[in-house]
């Protein structure tokens, strides 16, 4: 019963000194099976719906890829689970001027994977509203600290390029700074950074 306790549910209780023992044992075993089946109905539950959570986050990101003679992006993203709450985007705010942005949500799972949807939404709507691009980031984390009862936050890398000039804008919200490559020498982009979204208003 110890190990059946400590969460061996393979152990078998084997006591049939008398009928009592015996019918004793016997429930016992059967609830324990009953359990297990339990167990297994219920991950493959889990399963399947964070297997439809990746389905959904993945529809979300961009996967038709620009190249062109001024520039070419590409990305991927490989979760550690089935659901996390990293993503990237892309788009063109106007005609000349393009935004990348990498951010990463705190934690993993469904409920990272509907902070990491709403973010991706909101900040991309307040970059295309024309805004400078710090005071976009900084109105994005106002609205992501409203009603933030999970307490997630997310960090941000976000770069507007002028396509005209190659000249690049950046804001970084407490992500880890991009590498560049000068004739294959990989550096840190040197850029200052400010706090995570969602941590303060």
């Given at each position: 019963?110890s190990?059946?306790?400590?969460?061996?549910?393979?152990?078998?209780?084997?006591?049939?000194?008398?009928?009592?023992?015996?019918?004793?044992?016997?429930?016992?075993?059967?609830?324990?099976?009953?359990?297990?089946?339990?167990?297994?109905?219920?991950?493959?539950?889990?399963?399947?719906e964070?297997?439809?959570?990746?389905t959904?986050?993945?529809?979300?990101?961009?996967?038709?890829?620009?190249?062109?003679?001024?520039?070419?992006i590409?990305?991927?993203?490989?979760?550690?689970k089935?659901?996390?709450?990293?993503?990237?985007?892309?788009?063109?705010?106007?005609?000349?001027?393009?935004?990348?942005?990498?951010?990463?949500?705190?934690?993993?799972?469904?409920?990272?994977?509907?902070?990491?949807m709403?973010?991706?939404?909101?900040?991309?709507?307040?970059?295309?509203?024309?805004?400078?691009?710090?005071?976009?980031?900084?109105?994005?984390?106002?609205?992501?600290?409203?009603?933030?009862?999970?307490?997630?936050?997310?960090?941000?890398?976000?770069?507007?390029?002028?396509?005209?000039?190659?000249?690049?804008?950046?804001?970084?919200?407490?992500?880890?700074p991009?590498?560049?490559?000068?004739?294959?020498?990989?550096?840190?982009?040197?850029?200052?950074?400010?706090?995570?979204?969602?941590?303060?208003?």
């Amino acid at each position: 019963m110890s190990k059946i306790t400590d969460g061996n549910l393979e152990e078998k209780v084997k006591v049939h000194n008398t009928v009592e023992f015996d019918v004793l044992s016997d429930g016992i075993n059967k609830t324990v099976d009953a359990l297990k089946k339990a167990i297994e109905a219920e991950s493959k539950r889990i399963n399947a719906e964070l297997e439809n959570g990746r389905t959904i986050q993945n529809s979300v990101l961009p996967d038709v890829f620009p190249d062109n003679d001024k520039y070419s992006i590409y990305a991927s993203m490989d979760t550690a689970k089935e659901v996390g709450g990293d993503f990237y985007d892309f788009f063109a705010i106007d005609e000349n001027h393009n935004a990348m942005l990498v951010a990463d949500v705190s934690g993993k799972g469904i409920t990272a994977a509907l902070f990491m949807m709403n973010a991706k939404a909101l900040i991309k709507e307040l970059i295309l509203s024309g805004k400078d691009p710090a005071i976009a980031i900084r109105d994005a984390n106002l609205e992501l600290c409203e009603n933030n009862k999970a307490r997630m936050f997310l960090t941000l890398f976000l770069a507007i390029l002028d396509t005209n000039t190659g000249k690049m804008i950046c804001v970084n919200a407490g992500h880890n700074p991009p590498l560049l490559n000068h004739n294959g020498k990989w550096e840190f982009l040197k850029i200052k950074h400010s706090m995570a979204l969602g941590v303060d208003r």
